[in-house]
């Protein structure tokens, strides 16, 4: 790659800018991209990395409940954006907690900002509800003050601190997912990385698995499934352990952090930012589909929450939430149909 | 979500703020802090209560003699089972015994020491369980 620069050099002496995110890995991405010269929007990360999807896997429980994502799994972004903007990424995983600690502040003592993978439990700067074991949260470490790391969560609307103790934990946090001090950096930068070729890539891959994946838990099909077992949880569950499910499919959809339900407001940010780039309308009237789809799962989320708040207790009411879901799911179906065709 | 939509209805991420996705008058989209929303509050309060309500379940069964102080402290971090074995480098099923008292009260220090480093707390913690309820279920540092 000869057009690409080593960006990093010109960190030295830069002040460091925070970025607020929706997004832990869109974000940390982005912030360690624009860090280093090159303005690339959360949302263009998000949509490029192709971080969208759906997946409900009834019997892989995580925490006691089973998976439910509205995205790719951790790092899929990191790798989709390195691989179609040709950016090069370092990034180290650590034998020991000693060795990811020193290798860490080695590159602060050179001026790198670095992404970090961690547990949020660990991470003390969080109001203790929102922290639960979680080991793929992603943040950036940009500095070091006596035994405290200075962090710019991308999460957070401002930067942190967090002590070296507990850092430590929260890179070095074990079980599923595990981190093991995972430190990651762009190295090389493209100087001028091919936007509208990679735009319709990744939109197509996103259609791809949203659509084409011939198992009933991915994608559309997965939003559909979702909702065919919600009906089933009332008699399966019994009412309160049922409204415990749809507490939970909730949170995956709101709480940790995904821009408003469950990433679809970001990708329609996405696809809009796109329109001007690849000069192409079509997806302007796109993106106000996914938005107003995007409202239909807010609503989910606000009725979901009347069953949470045991304001509504028969099993009928799963049968509504059931509904939205599938209304959902063909808003979502019509509108890839439609992407796959324009671009 | 239209900007003036984007909830701000409780302050239930401290001091920090949380990115949204909304849009302006003119339909563009851009990143809207929110204080927090009551739907979000309604299921992380349910998540936290629940979590809660094990805890002290198990606090009280650890007082009745039915489990051992372990499986308090483990509930007490949030973990499972297996989450505790993989942090604390001991095989599951034995860490699945160890949540009885009989086979607990036998645990010679090493292994003590393995479960306390992994919860963050002292030996000492580790044998007792507090006289009243516990609503502290995230770690302080």
Redesign the interface.
């Known amino acids: 790659m000869d057009s690409a620069v080593v960006k990093n050099k010109s960190m030295l002496n830069k002040e460091f800018q925070h970025h607020?995110?929706?997004h832990c890995e869109s974000g940390a991405v982005a912030t360690l991209l624009r860090n280093n010269g090159f303005e690339l929007s959360?949302?263009m990360v998000f949509g490029i990395g192709s971080g969208l999807f759906f997946i409900h896997i009834p019997w892989l429980k995580l925490?006691?409940y089973p998976v439910t994502a509205y995205r790719d799994k951790p790092h899929s972004i990191i790798k989709n954006i390195c691989k179609r903007l040709g950016v090069r990424m370092r990034s180290q995983k650590f034998r020991t907690p000693e060795l990811g600690a020193r290798a860490l502040d080695e590159l602060l003592d050179k001026g790198i900002p670095v992404g970090l993978q961690t547990n949020v439990?660990?991470l003390?700067y969080?109001?203790?509800?929102?922290?639960?074991?979680y080991n793929g949260h992603n943040i950036v470490v940009y500095g070091k003050q006596g035994d405290d790391y200075l962090i710019s969560d991308p999460?957070?609307?401002?930067v942190v601190t967090c002590?070296a103790?507990?850092l430590q934990?929260a890179r070095f946090?074990?079980?599923?997912l595990?981190p093991k001090g995972l430190v990651y950096y762009p190295e090389v930068i493209p100087e001028n990385p091919d936007l509208e070729h990679a735009i319709p890539l990744a939109i197509r891959s996103t259609v791809k698995s949203m659509l084409d994946i011939p198992v009933p838990l991915m994608g559309v099909r997965g939003i559909r499934f979702l909702a065919r077992r919600m009906e089933q949880w009332p008699t399966k569950y019994g009412l309160k352990n049922a409204?415990?499910h749809v507490?939970?499919v909730?949170?995956m959809q709101?709480?940790i952090?995904t821009?408003?339900?469950g990433f679809r407001?970001?990708y329609?940010?996405f696809l809009?930012?796109s329109a001007a780039i690849i000069n192409n309308e079509a997806l302007l009237t796109i993106?106000?589909e996914l938005?107003d789809v995007?409202?239909r799962w807010?609503e989910f989320?606000?009725m979901?929450?009347q069953i949470?708040?045991q304001k509504e207790k028969s099993a009928s009411a799963y049968k509504n939430l059931a509904a939205i879901v599938r209304e959902c799911a063909d808003g979502e179906e019509a509108i890839y149909k439609k992407l796959r065709q324009v671009v | 979500?239209k900007k003036k939509d984007v909830p701000q209805e409780h302050d239930?991420?401290?001091d920090?703020?949380?990115?949204?996705?909304?849009?302006d008058e003119k339909?563009?989209?851009?990143?809207v802090?929110s204080a927090g929303?009551?739907?979000?509050s309604?299921?992380?309060?349910?998540?936290?209560n629940?979590i809660r309500s094990e805890a002290e379940q198990s606090r009280l069964a650890v007082i009745a003699g039915l489990s051992s102080p372990l499986e308090f402290h483990m509930k007490r971090?949030?973990?499972?089972p297996?989450?505790l074995a993989?942090?604390a480098g001991i095989w599951l099923w034995r860490v699945k015994r160890h949540l009885k008292p009989a086979a607990f009260n036998k645990l010679n220090n090493k292994v003590l020491a393995c479960y306390a480093e992994a919860l963050?707390m002292t030996v000492a913690e580790l044998l007792q369980v507090p006289d009243e309820v516990v609503k502290?279920?995230?770690?302080?540092?």
């Open positions: 607020h995110a929706a959360e949302a925490a006691g439990y660990w003390t969080f109001p203790d509800d929102m922290r639960f074991h999460v957070s609307d401002h002590s103790e507990d934990r946090s074990k079980g599923m595990a409204a415990r507490g939970n909730i949170r709101e709480e952090g821009g408003g339900a407001f970001i329609a940010a809009q930012e993106s106000q938005s995007g409202d807010r989320a606000v979901g929450a949470v708040r | 979500m239930m991420y401290g920090h703020l949380r990115a949204c996705y909304a849009q339909g563009n989209y851009e990143i802090t929303w009551d739907v979000e309604v299921v992380n309060t349910q998540a936290n629940e971090r949030q973990m499972t297996s989450m993989a942090n963050v502290d279920i995230a770690y302080r540092g």
